[in-house]
């Protein structure tokens, strides 16, 4: 029979042992070696801190924004409703996916091929930061994460402030030729405001962060800037731009006047990326002028 | 002459059936040697991609191409039989129009319990059969074929606005009901199926105890009453194991009415012959048959992308269908 404190420390070294029998699982189950990564800002923060995904998703909005060390990574076409095709995925045998809520649907068909799922992409300009350390965190590179995200935080700290104007937009999504307003609940209604510009939403409020509001109430509103973002295919986009570019309806408001109609050649106002302070940059460099 | 006939036709959609069953095992976005398929299916395989791809995503998938396919064909064989009238089909009911809305709610207003999608599309389909069925039976001279169909058309209308107006309200979403709409399996696994499936049980129940007094039926109302039957509770019947049929399919599958309302033609007029027995369940069995191909056909036209059912099932219905038709005339 051995001693109290003989149990004791066999009790003490049993809960030691299991603690970092726990610890150890849980960091090789949140570090897998086989990631992809399905949305570009996943991607190039993974590519930033020194992770190389094995696949990238592949959306509408083309690979530009890619970080240049993953422009020869594989891609996997998205589709709705599931996002990947799931045979395609599964014959990559990955180990973690960075999702978003788009593809939820898909999600949890690929969790049921054990696959690990997380959505990690930021909703709001606010929200980066959170979501570059968390995707480190799963990837076991805080610091390179946190160093990532105070690196963003500081551009996006210089390019946010010293407007010399704060001029009226209107921020138009063109979908097929159907228009809608980004409302500050989008990620492009955010960034626009963080830019200096007072968004002109009509008073429109829409979960969805976008409403379709009526030609009248353009005109009525008289916007001084009308930024257009297109949302379709790659073949169809020089239509739609050239729609936006010569509506009638938006001629008649200052920004028609002032020949102050922009159309946005990417999907940087539409969705989440590394890059949110050149992109502001851009946006008050080309569309606003007011720096 | 008649019964080698119609002996012919079974064979050739049994085989069909088979076929298509084989391909749609065999054959994806991803290139596997068929006898590493054989060995998946037989037991045999290894543990890996090709496993999980055969088992977890192509077998459950095939599986709900048949179920749903046959549901929908003996969806419109009862209703064509049950209202007498060769435009009857799911569409007719307003089940049609109610999963549409349901599915389109959920992907729409709450993206975030996506798993309720199959559950949506079920409960309004159902819920617009049923409202179908009230405003077509309530009220003096209720119950009539001409009443219902009205009614169908006007509740498909109300739910076909609701769905528009969602569409409308949630512009950036749109895409993801798509799909939906257009009609088209999904490769996820057997969760959808684990919920639904005792609704398509139900619904083929109904149909096979309902044979024999829609053959009665389809005498008129009045030699059917003689022989026992009652036609107002034969049509209710039918119409609600119809709608059972059509709203776990549209859960599974979205919106595929052009099956429904083809598929049993078809089979009326290679099997010459309208009677219930057989057009019933060949019924099941061509409608299997056309959404496995059509379904493998999505699957592999323009890998990896996959594409709609819908239009595939359309592409391969309508020659047939029109073939039939001037072979008839």
């Known amino acids: 029979m051995s001693s109290a404190p003989g149990r004791t420390a066999c009790v003490a070294a049993a809960v030691l042992l299991t603690a970092l029998a726990a610890l150890a699982g849980a960091a090789s189950a949140a570090a897998p070696k086989r990631i992809v990564a399905l949305t570009p800002f996943s991607a190039n923060t993974l590519a930033s801190i020194g992770v190389k995904p094995v696949a990238i998703g592949q959306s509408l909005g083309g690979r530009e924004r890619l970080l240049p060390s993953l422009r020869r990574v594989r891609s996997l076409p998205l589709a709705h409703p599931n996002g990947p095709n799931m045979e395609q995925l599964a014959s990559l045998r990955p180990g973690l996916v960075f999702s978003s809520p788009t593809w939820r649907k898909g999600a949890r068909t690929m969790r049921s091929l054990d696959i690990r799922v997380v959505e990690a992409d930021p909703e709001f300009g606010r929200d980066i930061y959170d979501s570059v350390e968390e995707i480190a965190g799963i990837v076991n590179r805080e610091r390179a994460g946190r160093r990532l995200a105070r690196r963003i935080q500081s551009k996006v700290s210089r390019v946010t402030a010293n407007w010399k104007s704060r001029p009226r937009v209107m921020l138009v999504l063109g979908v097929g030729r159907t228009p809608y307003v980004f409302l500050p609940n989008s990620w492009g209604g955010d960034l626009l405001q963080r830019a200096g510009a007072r968004l002109v939403t009509a008073g429109a409020e829409s979960d969805s962060g976008f409403a379709r509001i009526s030609d009248e109430v353009i005109v009525a509103e008289d916007p001084d800037i009308i930024i257009g973002v297109p949302h379709a295919n790659a073949d169809d986009l020089d239509g739609i731009k050239r729609y936006m570019q010569s509506n009638e309806t938006w001629k008649l408001t200052s920004a028609g006047q002032n020949n102050r109609i922009y159309v946005s050649g990417d999907d940087s106002l539409l969705q989440a990326d590394i890059d949110i302070a050149e992109t502001i940059n851009s946006v008050r460099t080309r569309y606003l002028k007011n720096r | ?329």
């Open chain 2, 1 to 329: 002459v008649l019964l080698a006939r119609r002996s012919l036709v079974v064979a050739g959609l049994v085989v069909a059936l088979l076929a298509g069953i084989g391909a749609s095992l065999a054959l994806g976005a991803i290139d596997i040697p068929l006898a590493d398929v054989v060995d998946v299916m037989t037991g045999d395989g290894q543990e890996g991609p090709s496993k999980q791809i055969v088992l977890q995503l192509r077998l459950p998938r095939t599986v709900d191409a048949i179920l749903v396919g046959a549901a929908l064909g003996v969806a419109g064989a009862m209703l064509q039989g049950a209202l007498a009238n060769p435009l009857a089909s799911p569409d007719v009911i307003g089940v049609t129009a109610g999963a549409g809305f349901g599915a389109v709610l959920i992907l729409l207003a709450f993206p975030g319990s996506i798993a309720l999608l199959p559950v949506g599309a079920l409960v309004f389909g159902l819920l617009a059969a049923t409202l179908v069925f009230m405003v077509a039976w309530i009220g003096p001279d209720g119950g009539g074929v001409g009443r219902l169909i009205l009614a169908g058309i006007a509740i498909a209308a109300l739910f076909a606005a609701g769905t528009t107006g969602l569409m409308t309200a949630y512009p950036d979403r749109v895409q993801s009901a798509v799909f939906f709409l257009a009609g088209g399996l999904v490769s996820d696994g057997w969760e959808e199926m684990r919920v639904i499936w005792p609704y398509f049980a139900v619904g083929f129940a109904i149909a096979l105890c309902l044979i024999r007094p829609l053959d009665r039926l389809a005498l008129g109302d009045d030699v059917a009453a003689s022989l026992g039957t009652r036609p107002r509770v034969i049509r209710l019947t039918a119409g609600a194991s119809a709608a059972l049929l059509a709203a776990a399919s549209a859960a599974i599958a979205g919106l595929l009415g052009f099956l429904g309302l083809v598929v049993p033609h078809v089979v009326r007029m290679a099997g010459g012959t309208a009677s219930h027995g057989f057009v019933v369940p060949v019924s099941a069995l061509g409608g299997a048959a056309l959404l496995v191909a059509g379904d493998t056909l999505a699957r592999t036209a323009k890998p990896p992308l996959e594409l709609p059912v819908g239009p595939f099932m359309v592409v391969i219905g309508v020659p047939m269908f029109l073939w039939l038709l001037r072979k008839a005339v």
